[in-house]
Nanobody, 124 residues
Framework: QVQLVESGGGLVQAGGSLRLSCAAS????????MGWFRQSPGKEREFVSV????????YYADSVKGRFTISRDNAKNTVYLQMNSLKSEDTAVYYC?????????????????WGQGTQVTVSS
């Protein structure tokens, strides 16, 4: 079992930055692929970014590429999402997720553990 707790959300003006954190506990953190998803009211939860524990590679949704950066600190059992040049369309609840299974990184159904989410609101 893995417990995930997100923090760092808040209200920011368009063009600003936020850094989200996700603290993990319960199992060996560095053996898990860690992802970030987001969900806006009335929309499906969508993939944002992922850090693979197998390949150590990172992937991003096209909508955030070049603006968001995912990183992880295995010593602190924490994964981060640095969000720059924020836009109003980035407003959502952001969720951290963890998985061991192989398969598409974009499929939320393949993630086994989820945090409670943190709200990000970007004002224009």
């Amino acid at each position: 079992q893995v417990q995930l707790v997100e923090s760092g959300g808040g209200l920011v003006q368009a063009g600003g930055s936020l850094r989200l954190s996700c603290a993990a506990s319960g199992r060996t953190f560095n053996n898990y692929t860690m992802g970030w998803f987001r969900q806006s009211p009335g929309k499906e939860r969508e993939f944002v970014s992922v850090h693979s524990w197998i390949t150590r590679s990172t992937y991003y949704a096209d909508s955030v590429k070049g603006r968001f950066t995912i990183s992880r600190d295995n010593a602190k059992n924490t994964v981060y999402l640095q969000m720059n040049s924020l836009k109003s369309e980035d407003t959502a609840v952001y969720y951290c997720a963890a998985r061991r299974r192989s398969g598409s990184y974009y499929e939320k159904e393949l993630y086994d553990y989820w945090g409670q989410g943190t709200q990000v609101t970007v004002s224009s």
